[in-house]
């Protein structure tokens, strides 16, 4: 897949996984760590070696490059990275991944991507559901759109028909909020930085003879 199609693909999912992120928590993290329930996905914490929160640094792969070549910080000072090895890549015994993504902050990641093809949707799909369990919500009725959610770990399953490529996406729920906190204090000091400088303008213009 070229570096468009990563970013339409990425750009067309984001809007609905943040929906079902903010909207599909709370659930008890109780569930023992068994495979087929939510549990197991809470407790494996990732896929593939790849585990959420870990450090990119101690990824056992040796393809890693910048997501489509690109080495910029994105909204959230995250970047992202793709991973090409073909032991990470295979998600079934005759089935592989497009490619994998992964996105962190300060090393740490954050999201885990998996590309598939379209018509392997249901492979992937059927995987899920064996390890993980039933999923816990369908948030678009009529929509290929499935979500795992455990207390530590969101799993968002996604392909449409205009897209070639679906995506799974795994989110690590706390680094998440993390990231919330953070730009709202950025926000907060711009906004109280801004105050500062209006009432100093005010105070000044108001010293002119």
């Not at 792969?61 to 890549?89: N, P």
């Not at 379209?118 to 999923?135: E, H, M, Q, T």
Request: charged share 20%.
């Amino acid at each position: 897949m070229n570096a468009l199609f990563h970013r339409l693909i990425i750009s067309k999912y984001v809007a609905v996984f943040l929906i079902i992120f903010f909207n599909a928590h709370g659930l008890s993290s109780a569930q023992k760590a068994k495979i087929g329930t939510l549990g197991f996905l809470n407790a494996t914490n990732g896929i593939n070696g790849i585990y959420l929160g870990a450090d990119i640094k101690n990824l056992n792969y040796s393809q890693i490059s910048y997501l489509d070549g690109d080495d910029r910080f994105d909204a959230d000072s995250c970047l992202k990275f793709a991973i090409s090895d073909s032991a990470a890549l295979r998600i079934d015994k005759n089935v592989s991944l497009d490619m994998i993504g992964i996105r962190t902050y300060n090393s740490k990641i954050v999201n885990i991507y998996l590309f598939f093809r379209k018509a392997d949707a249901y492979v992937v799909l059927n995987k899920f559901l064996s390890i993980y369990g039933v999923f816990t919500s369908k948030p678009v009725e009529y929509s290929n759109i499935y979500v795992w959610d455990s207390a530590a770990v969101n799993l968002s399953l996604m392909y449409r028909a205009d897209l070639d490529d679906g995506v799974a996406i795994f989110t690590y729920n706390p680094l998440v909020r993390h990231l919330v906190e953070v730009k709202e204090m950025a926000a907060g000091q711009h906004r109280k930085q801004y105050n500062e400088q209006g009432n100093a303008a005010v105070l000044l213009s108001s010293t002119k003879p």
